[in-house]
């Protein structure tokens, strides 16, 4: 909840009819999203920012990911994917879902960015690191 209310009663009543967490305004922006993240972590039932899969650490923080302790260069998109798969993981995730998380709305084209972004990170981080469901979607297993 974002608001002007500071009061104590104001804070309490927010968050005992059922939100998440409580930010007065004026708020930090830095502050408010560490907020989101861990509000994300807390919802896909991650911790810390750090996820570990074999080899590989991502850590949500620093938006950065690991392989074998060597830092690896994602771009935004396919680091979004990692980061998408890895707080799912064990979870099978529809082609679809993905598409609606890494790309825009407006971006209407069927075409086989996914697939491409997919085979990036099966590159940087391993084949076997994102697995296929044929037909279904992807998960990270582990």
Sequence with gaps: MLTARDASRDRVRGLD???DDYVVKPFDLPELIARLRALIRRSA???RNVIE???VTIDTGARHVTHGGQLVPLTA???ALVE???LHRGKLVTRTTLYEHLFDEDDSTLSNLLDVHVSNVRKKLGAEFITTRRGHGYCIEG
């Design 17 to 19: 009819t059922g939100a």
């Design 45 to 47: 039932g991650q911790t």
């Design 53 to 55: 899969i074999g080899g």
């Design 77 to 79: 998109r396919e680091y």
């Design 84 to 86: 998408f798969l890895a």
